[in-house]
């Protein structure tokens, strides 16, 4: 503005804008504001975008020689970085998504707002609600194995609330989707916490680990880890790109003494700057939660603002004349407008209309009207921008934000049906594989080997109600009788199923005796009428 207004006067040239030379370490600073601001520009070089994550000080110690990674991952990822710098308009996209890995601690501040955390909390609390059940295939018609399986299972029950497996397991599954990465630690008795000792590879199974010796488990946040080493030459290999032993913090420890999760896996080419993790649910929501607070934001200020006063006051005068600063910076009038009274005369029409008093104004020379700005519509957008943040984790609106739907016979069964189903299928994808380590590892200490019988599976989310339960269960009862009277079953093999099917009454109950007589004529008399005084007195 001050050479605008001064344009008469001889212009200066600007001095010349040099862009300074950035080292390596500048271009990676420039690279971590642009993904944790959204802005910033692309970085120069596209290599920064596959090159290893980068742990905080003190998370890598001082490997052991025989521990080192070889020079054949070195020039793999040389070489991945050398086809990077002919991909700068791939990688341009990108970048410009957001898609870079934001790193541990952005991510760590997006869990702290409820629009982010809020999903991740919902499925890792869905996902171990209703928990496990633990099974034998020995419960049949057998007393003996019938009281075995159960004081097994019962012991099992036991030392998995004794290391609180629910917990860790609702903890892992939490890191997963906040960070992109989930560690549980299996703590052994009398393995120190040095590298020397957690290095040694962990074999759960009778000929190595001892009875007894688990002693705890434990999470672990990502941005105490990194990867030591890993195979990066022959992708036909079991462990390429799958790190053999990880850093904790300056302790090495093997992969096989942690449990690790990543509910959403990046390529492997992006692996390394991922920490060998995956995307986080945070960074996928981002932009719709971004979307989503800026509509909110927007209607709130409508809201605040949706009347506004229109004062008509007497603005006679040249308002063309002399506008703008004079040389000594000073505000010029406004012909024989006296600013300052106007300004004042609308300082006051504004504090008079927000207290909702009386205005008063010149009946000859003011006039005062309010223009209200239409509030419909506002609903719609603010839901559907919710939805969209709803939709990316495939949660109902009803379970992420407790609405109910409206309209005749509208009800969520469905949707929640849906999202059960999605929670069964994330459950045998990213909790099984943990949870069936730990089922061993918890055979191996409390009996020193493991039961094949024994198995656990995932109690669905849908239940039926008492009443669905008992209609299943007569029309299985007819059936049965059906078999029985047909010859096909004996009555012994049909009270084995009943003491062994989940679903059954009779689950559980001693069923190995012999049936009973059947009931008398009179008897069958007497049955066949209190059924129907109690169908009766339903209807």
Request: overall charge negative; some cysteine.
């Given at each position: 503005m ?6 008469n ?11 300074p ?14 993904r944790g ?44 970085g ?6 700068a ?11 870079a ?18 999903p ?9 609600r ?45 890191h997963?989707?906040?960070y ?24 759960i ?6 009875k ?19 195979n990066a ?43 060998f993790?995956g995307q ?11 979307n ?12 605040r ?16 004349t ?13 012909g ?21 008093g009386?205005?008063?104004?010149d ?57 059960y ?15 069936q ?9 409390l ?43 004996a ?7 009943q ?41």
């Open positions: 001050k050479h605008w207004f001064s344009r006067r001889e212009r200066k040239p600007l001095p010349e804008r040099r862009e030379v950035l080292s390596r370490s500048d271009r990676r600073m420039n690279l971590r504001s642009f601001h959204g802005s910033g520009g692309l970085p120069n070089d596209p290599r920064l975008a596959f090159d290893a994550y980068k742990p905080p000080e003190g998370v890598r110690g001082k490997a052991p020689d025989a521990l080192a990674m070889d020079s054949g991952n070195l020039e793999a990822v040389a070489d991945m050398g086809w990077a710098a002919t991909a308009p791939v990688l341009r996209d990108y970048f410009e998504d957001g898609l890995f934001l790193g541990y601690p952005q991510l760590a501040q997006m869990a702290q707002r409820a629009e982010f955390r809020k991740c909390e919902v499925i890792a609390r869905e996902a171990t209703e928990w496990i059940e633990i099974r034998s295939d020995k419960q049949g018609a057998d007393v003996g194995e019938n009281d075995g399986a159960a004081q097994r299972i019962g012991e099992i029950e036991k030392e998995f609330e004794r290391l609180n497996v629910r917990r860790v397991i609702r903890t892992h599954v939490l997963g989707l906040l992109g990465l989930g560690h549980v630690w299996i703590g052994i008795k009398d393995a120190a916490l040095t590298t020397q000792a957690q290095s040694q590879p962990l074999v199974g009778e000929n190595g680990m001892r007894g010796s688990l002693e705890r488990l434990a999470n672990i946040e990502p941005i105490w880890t990194t990867p030591n080493s890993y030459n022959n992708p036909l290999a079991r462990n390429f790109y799958k790190p053999d032993n990880w850093w904790v913090l300056g302790t090495m420890v093997d992969s096989s003494r942690l449990l690790t999760t990543i509910p959403y896996p990046v390529s492997q080419i992006l692996v390394p700057a991922f920490n993790g986080s649910l945070t960074q996928l929501l981002r932009a719709y939660v971004h989503y607070l800026a509509t909110r934001n927007s209607t709130a200020t409508i809201v603002n949706f009347s506004k006063l229109v004062l008509k006051t007497d603005m006679t005068g040249n308002m063309q002399d506008i703008g600063p004079g040389m000594d910076a000073q505000p010029m009038p406004y024989d407008v006296d600013m300052a009274s106007v300004q004042g005369r609308a300082a006051y029409m504004q504090d008079v209309s927000e207290g909702q009386t205005i008063v104004v009946k000859e020379r003011e006039d005062a009207s309010i223009i209200a700005t239409p509030l419909s519509g506002l609903d719609s957008l603010q839901a559907q921008s919710m939805e969209a943040m709803a939709s990316i984790p495939g949660i109902p609106l009803v379970k992420l934000f407790g609405i109910q739907p409206t309209g005749l016979n509208a009800s969520s069964d469905g949707e929640i049906r849906v999202f189903d999605e929670i069964s299928a994330f459950q045998e994808a990213h909790i099984q594989p943990a949870l380590r730990i089922f061993e590892a918890v055979q191996i200490h009996w020193g080997k493991i039961d094949p019988d024994l198995s656990f599976r995932f109690v669905p989310l849908w239940q039926m109600d008492e009443k669905q339960l008992a209609e299943i269960e007569k029309i299985k009862a007819d059936l049965v009788a059906l078999l029985i009277t047909a010859g096909v079953i009555p012994e093999e049909a009270r084995e199923q003491a062994t099917d989940e679903r059954s009454i009779f689950r559980g109950v001693n069923l190995s005796g012999p049936p009973p007589d059947p009931p008398a004529p009179e008897q069958m008399n007497g049955m066949e009428d209190l059924m129907k005084r109690g169908e009766e007195e339903e209807e």
